[in-house]
């Protein structure tokens, strides 16, 4: 595997340039990456196994993406990590999070071959059946902002195309705001960034498409953790959704790590919490119990299929029809 073949995409994935995924999760954590970065940032060769022998030395994970990300930091990084630990820590057990990180990685892989194999006639009606759902609903006409992903058919994810353009092309004055994603580093960290068009939108690796940092005259975007309005709904993406609103990352982070930012943003302020939506095509949707999870994975409220909206939350019960 050639080192120079790869590079980040938005979720912290290791992908190759030209289109070719790794085989596994596990081959993510042993990849060296980054040929033109510096050699302290470099990922080392290290399994999850190797990374969970240094947990046990302390017996306790203090950063969520700790847990969801153990298998692509560095052992430098991982180090930071650790010591960086206070009183809040929530206690793991480094057996189980290995058996986690194993169920997850053969659920990564079962559903990635799901969706490789969807027929595309299936996959486009889907993706119809689902947005006219999202926009129909009187949650998403009731929301005067919300942070939505943009998405990627390299990766396979729910078309959000129309949900964005539905968004961006109304009046001035009705007008939702839009923050969608663009990834800072490769520690998990994404920020939500303000658009208004999608000449807003810059290509970057995998052709997926990020808000660029300032507009066209140079101006800063709104960043969504410093603006003076709650979001009232996340449409999120995942590779597999259980009925109990359990969601399964592409093993970066990202996402888990900026929801449980917002949600302490949201608090802080004393505003009321966003409404937390997943996309799934029907291959993507699990039992009950079926998607293994960490104290820190954050749950869905209600997950849109072409099957139809399924609440799960109370809040949810409350706020979709």
């Not at 208004?196 to 290509?203: A, F, Q, Y």
């Not at 993406?237 to 790590?257: C, E, V």
């Not at 802080?268 to 409404?275: A, E, S």
Request: with cysteine; proline share 6%; hydrophobic share 35%.
């Amino acid at each position: 595997m050639k080192t120079e073949n790869y590079a980040p995409t938005r979720y912290g994935r290791v992908t190759s340039t030209n289109g070719e995924a790794p085989c596994n999760d596990h081959d993510m954590g042993a990849i060296e990456l980054y040929p033109n970065c510096e050699p302290q940032n470099m990922f080392l060769h290290c399994s999850a196994t190797s990374l969970i022998c240094k947990a046990k030395e302390v017996a306790q994970v203090v950063h969520p993406r700790t847990i969801a990300s153990l298998t692509i930091r560095s052992a430098a990084n991982l180090s930071r990590t650790f010591v960086t630990m206070n009183k809040d820590d929530v206690v793991v057990d480094p057996v189980e999070l290995e058996a986690i990180f194993e169920q997850k990685r053969c659920l990564r892989s079962k559903v990635r071959k799901a969706l490789k194999n969807m027929d595309p006639i299936q996959r486009s009606q889907e993706d119809n059946a689902i947005q006219n759902m999202v926009l129909e609903s009187s949650w998403f006409k009731a929301s005067k902002s919300l942070c939505a992903y943009i998405s990627s058919p390299a990766l396979r994810e729910v078309d959000t195309s129309r949900i964005v353009s539905d968004v961006l092309s109304s009046p001035a004055k009705e007008r939702k705001k839009l923050y969608v994603p663009r990834v800072e580093d490769r520690n998990s960290n994404m920020k939500m960034l303000m658009i208004s068009g999608v000449n807003d939108l810059i290509e970057k690796s995998m052709n997926i498409l990020e808000p660029a940092l300032a507009d066209s005259d140079g101006n800063k975007r709104e960043d969504v953790m410093q603006a003076s309005h709650p979001v009232d709904l996340f449409i999120l993406p995942g590779l597999a959704f259980d009925k109990s609103g359990s969601r399964l990352g592409r093993s970066g982070g990202y996402y888990d790590l900026f929801l449980k930012n917002y949600q302490e943003f949201t608090k802080k302020r004393r505003w009321k919490q966003p409404l937390l939506v997943g996309l799934s095509y029907s291959v993507q949707i699990m039992e009950e119990g079926a998607i293994p999870v960490t104290p820190f994975d954050i749950p869905v409220h209600a997950l849109v299929s072409p099957a139809g909206l399924t609440p799960i939350s109370a809040a949810a019960l409350r706020r979709c029809d």
